[in-house]
């Protein structure tokens, strides 16, 4: 496999012995039509947000059952989006498929419109109606906390009651781009009541915006901040995987969001991007996002990890957020208005 590296990183081992027994049978996801096709082709090459640690064993997997061979570029989602908006004026697409939050921020006379076979088997929500994206796994949001710092008695049942712990001034603390949460925040509350509430927290508690989701659950977790307003679910139950003392609060609202997969209309591999999406989509491919990052499977039929984050989250209200490209840029100017302007 050919990796790209953007950022730091390595290949995480502990998932080995999975994919040699996944790829011992013929994989579900296999379409042999696409397989031929996709073989002469030869490669594919995927944008992905995924860290290293989990993407380069995931797209192992699907290199060692097809013999193609798979250029993995990491990068966050800003700098893909300019990278890919570049390619399409330029005309040297390089792309097959993106894998992140922001495939439905592609220009949509850029990503193909098709309907893989396993489409039909992830949750009803993580599908595009206009079939150019799907959810390859889902995002929770949830405050997180260091259980070393905020007692059990004193853990928020809502986020009005941030405002009764005044001995957080300063000590709590957002990533400066959860859009989503705020929209649901919006939608949960109505767009007046939520804007005053995130206003009278900003107020109260003056909590500090940093850059960084994995960052920011590493410094909860390192106890260098109490808690922590929203954070990905995955990135905390992580670090409690490992010992870390942290954890997350399920509060409604919890705003969900699909790392997605999309297909390039201009693929250079378009038959073995196909396949790969119908990859990404399969119970070998979510099992295994599952047991490495704590990725939240898209599929029912899948288990999570850790079993219950599913049910545990899914008795609050959950709002799915996919903003386009015009929707995330005018949150991001509200979010700012509330949060940096002090």
């Given at each position: ?10 290949m ?20 042999p ?5 996709a ?32 250029n ?67 995002g ?118 699909f ?57 609050k ?22 949060f940096?302007?002090?």
């Amino acid at each position: 496999m050919r990796y790209v590296r953007w950022t730091r990183g390595a290949m995480a081992l502990a998932c080995i012995a999975f994919a040699a027994s996944a790829n011992a049978q013929t994989p579900s996801w296999m379409i042999p039509d696409l397989l031929a096709a996709a073989k002469a082709e030869g490669q594919l090459t995927v944008y992905s947000s995924t860290n290293e640690q989990e993407g380069l064993p995931l797209w192992k997997l699907y290199e060692d059952a097809t013999g193609i061979k798979v250029n993995y570029v990491r990068n966050a989602e800003g700098p893909m989006l300019a990278r890919i908006a570049l390619e399409a004026r330029t005309g040297q697409q390089s792309w097959d498929v993106q894998n992140a939050g922001s495939v439905n921020q592609i220009p949509p006379n850029l990503v193909l419109q098709w309907e893989p076979p396993l489409a039909s088997e992830i949750m009803p929500e993580a599908r595009d109606p206009d079939k150019r994206w799907y959810g390859a796994y889902a995002g929770y949001n949830a405050p997180q906390y260091n259980t070393n710092l905020v007692k059990p008695e004193d853990l928020p049942k809502t986020y009005e009651d941030f405002l009764k712990h005044k001995e957080w001034v300063g000590k709590v603390v957002i990533e400066g781009t959860d859009r989503e949460w705020i929209e649901a925040i919006f939608q949960f509350y109505v767009k007046d009541k939520g804007r005053k509430l995130l206003e009278d927290i900003v107020r109260t508690l003056n909590p500090a915006v940093l850059d960084g989701h994995l960052a920011m659950a590493r410094q909860i977790a390192a106890g260098e901040y109490p808690i922590m307003l929203t954070n990905y679910t995955m990135l905390t139950t992580n670090f409690k995987q490992q010992g870390a003392p942290t954890d997350y609060i399920p509060m409604d609202p919890v705003s969900v969001w699909f790392g997605m997969v999309g297909v390039n209309k201009n693929a250079p591999h378009p038959n073995a991007a196909k396949l790969a999406e119908n990859f990404l989509l399969s119970r070998e491919a979510q099992t295994l996002s599952s047991r490495m990052g704590g990725r939240i499977p898209t599929r029912p039929d899948v288990e999570s990890n850790p079993p219950d984050v599913r049910q545990r989250l899914g008795e609050k209200k959950l709002i799915f957020m996919q903003l386009s490209a015009e929707q995330a840029k005018a949150s991001q100017k509200v979010f700012d208005e509330i949060f940096r302007s002090k």
